[in-house]
């Protein structure tokens, strides 16, 4: 069974820094494209960052271009999303998404979410 | 704002059928046959219900059907049930940095 588990969100002060872990079981990881999706509280879905099965495609939606790093350890199995410079607006459940293996752009398995709150 | 446009919100009665429009671009949904529908109920993950425009993945209902014209992607479920109610998400790849855009999303009220 596809189990994608992601931890490490929390409170965090404006300017500061996260870093989110998303555990994938049940599938050969490093064979998958991986992405992190948002979602702010009551608002729609926002694709955050794709990184390819080796690392060496890595993609950044603008609005966090520059302080998020998007990164993978394909021995333990795991996606990461390093947040630096933090602002209210990042505040979100974060997703890690796999690729459905039609093609890299639909996502058939999500985790449950972990929840990023910016705020002083 | 988001960029692809959904409406806000539809409604049927149950058995009627409904259909989300999706509305982009000819860099992204009148480019690409890569539009995807999801399922969001409250307070869980999303659901993949259609890929690549028009397919359904394996056990999604074939009330589920999506099609595209120019740059509008369309969502229809035919035969409405309560548990349909949810809200409603299309995606689709972009030649833009970007590569992945959503739309706004469309609440789907099951009268």
């Known amino acids: 069974e596809v189990q994608l588990v992601e931890s490490g969100g929390g409170l965090v002060k404006p300017g500061g820094s996260l870093r989110l872990s998303c555990a994938a079981s049940g599938f050969t990881f490093s064979s998958y494209s991986m992405n992190w999706v948002r979602q702010a509280p009551g608002k729609g879905l926002e694709w955050v960052s794709s990184?390819?099965?080796?690392?060496?495609?890595?993609y950044y939606a603008d609005s966090v271009k520059g302080r998020f790093t998007i990164s993978r350890d394909n021995a333990k199995n795991s996606l990461y999303l390093q947040m630096n410079s933090l602002r209210a607006e990042d505040t979100a459940v974060y997703y890690c998404?796999?690729?459905?293996?039609?093609?890299?752009?639909?996502?058939?398995?999500w985790g449950q979410g972990t929840l990023v709150t910016v705020s002083s | 704002q988001s960029a692809l446009t959904q409406p806000a919100s539809v409604s049927g009665s149950p058995g009627q059928s409904i259909t989300i429009s999706c509305t982009g671009t000819s860099s992204d949904v009148g480019g690409y046959n890569y539009v995807s529908w999801y399922q969001q109920h409250p307070g869980k993950a999303p659901k993949l219900m259609i890929y690549?425009?028009?397919n359904r993945p394996s056990g999604v209902p074939d009330r589920f059907s999506g099609s595209k014209s120019g740059n509008t992607a369309s969502l229809t479920i035919s035969g409405l049930q309560a548990e349909d109610e949810a809200d409603y998400y299309c995606?689709?790849?972009?030649?833009?940095?970007?590569?992945?855009?959503f739309g706004g999303g469309t609440k789907l009220t099951v009268l």
């Open positions: 998404a796999r690729p459905s293996g039609w093609n890299d752009w639909d996502f058939d398995y």
């Open positions: 990184i390819s099965s080796s690392s060496s495609y890595i």
């Open positions: 995606s689709s790849y972009t030649s833009s940095s970007t590569l992945v855009v």
């Open positions: 690549e425009v028009s």
